[in-house]
């Protein structure tokens, strides 16, 4: 694991995985149905791109850039279009979301299972209800307290809103 936690060993690795059965996979297209080569793109890249790809939340831009890179290249195999053709009608017809918004989406459902009580309670311990001293417009507002941690740079790191240029 890297000091930082930016997964960049992680994410090394799995764009080498994936562009190896991407490759395998272009390679079969042209026999494949686009039905079948969702099938095989499903098993060998898309579920290794959400596999707990919750932690990813906050990583730097760069990292999700080439998960997104990733995600491209398999929708270009699959519906046989070429490198500069727009992407995101793509995107749209197979029904995929970006990896950055699919990131935010797994921690926001996470997120509601722990409020709402479904969540496993290794997870629902960590996060608890903002009570306020004083009554104001917000107190009936579900806001969440931020967990404590123990590393100051690192650790807060999760909980602070990113902005991406």
Request: with cysteine.
């Amino acid at each position: 694991m890297d000091a930082h936690l930016t997964f960049e060993p992680h994410i090394k690795q799995l764009c080498k995985n994936s562009f190896h059965h991407l490759r395998t996979i272009a390679k079969l297209r042209p026999t494949l149905t686009l039905s079948d080569a969702e099938k095989l793109v499903h098993a060998f890249v898309s579920s290794r791109l959400d596999d707990c790809n919750a932690l990813l939340i906050g990583i730097p831009h760069r990292s999700i850039q080439k998960l997104r890179y990733i995600q491209n290249s398999a929708a270009r195999i699959l519906m046989r279009v070429r490198t500069y053709d727009p992407i995101t009608r793509i995107l749209k017809a197979l029904h995929r979301l970006p990896v950055e918004l699919r990131v935010e989406l797994k921690a926001s459902v996470l997120t509601h299972q722990c409020v709402h009580g479904t969540a496993p309670p290794y997870l629902k311990e960590l996060l608890t209800p903002h009570t306020s001293l004083r009554t104001t417009r917000s107190s009936n507002s579900n806001f969440l307290k931020p967990p404590r941690t123990k590393l100051r740079a690192l650790g807060d790191r999760a909980f602070t809103r990113h902005h991406r240029p």
